[in-house]
């Protein structure tokens, strides 16, 4: 069965502190990975596709790697208004759907 | 250039009523998807319409019905509203279904 896990659930960071989100997944033929942010009450806002084993992708101060089992969003010197729930999605190749993980609840504090 | 468009914002009902949410894509796309969304969860892949037919479909009940129209724009009906259906439902557009989808703000549902 095709299944996407994030970790952490939840993270705090202070303003500048650089971290990583992980998202595992587990899908019978991978067509894309996906990722989005998503605010409180509105809908998830597209920002990467990746396709393929060590493919990168990079916006402003996030940056998504991809292996064969799993996939990172870096944030670098993070700000406030990078806090927001962190989706991330695969499509398997037999299929139209994306399959969601449950997110990181990423918060930035000054 | 408009993104995707979902109306109603809010909408409360009470147990066995019906409801109709609607969807406009983002200009140039042809394919809609819908997604339910539970607190604290991930998007749930509903149905997806492509050329005014259902092409895939989640594992939803029948009571999840939906529509597209020859503009691409599309409908949502929930029929016998269950108190488990309160959630965002979310509309997705892409052009021909293989591509990024794109989401539009959401309908919250909720049902008394």
């Known amino acids: 069965e095709d299944q996407v896990t994030q970790s952490p659930e939840a993270l705090r960071l202070q303003e500048g502190e650089s971290s990583s989100l992980n998202c595992s997944y587990t899908?019978?033929?991978?067509?894309?990975l996906f990722w989005y942010r998503q605010d409180p009450g509105k809908g998830p806002e597209f920002l990467f596709t990746?396709?393929?084993a060590g493919e990168e992708k990079e916006k402003e101060r996030l940056k998504a790697t991809l292996t064969k089992k799993e996939s990172f969003l870096h944030i670098t010197a993070p700000k406030p208004e990078d806090s927001a729930t962190y989706l991330c999605?695969?499509?398997?190749?037999?299929?139209?759907?994306?399959?969601f993980g449950t997110g990181t609840r990423l918060q930035v504090f000054p | 250039d408009a993104g995707v468009t979902q109306s109603p914002t809010h909408l409360i009902k009470t147990r066995g009523q019906q409801v109709t949410l609607r969807c406009s894509p983002k200009?140039?796309?042809?394919?809609v998807s819908w997604y339910q969304q539970a607190l604290g969860q991930g998007p749930q892949f509903i149905f997806q319409?492509?050329?005014?037919?259902?092409?895939q479909r989640g594992n939803f009940p029948d009571r999840f019905s939906g529509h597209q129209f020859p503009n691409y724009s599309s409908e949502l009906n929930v029929n016998a509203l269950l108190l488990g259906d309160s959630a965002l439902y979310l509309c997705?557009?892409?052009?021909?279904?293989?591509?990024?989808?794109?989401f539009g703000p959401g309908t919250r549902l909720t049902v008394l």
């Open positions: 997705a557009s892409t052009e021909g279904g293989y591509n990024e989808q794109f």
């Open positions: 899908v019978s033929g991978l067509r894309g």
């Open positions: 990746l396709y393929s």
């Open positions: 999605a695969v499509q398997a190749l037999s299929t139209d759907k994306l399959i």
């Open positions: 200009s140039g796309h042809d394919t």
């Open positions: 319409y492509y050329e005014e037919e259902e092409r």
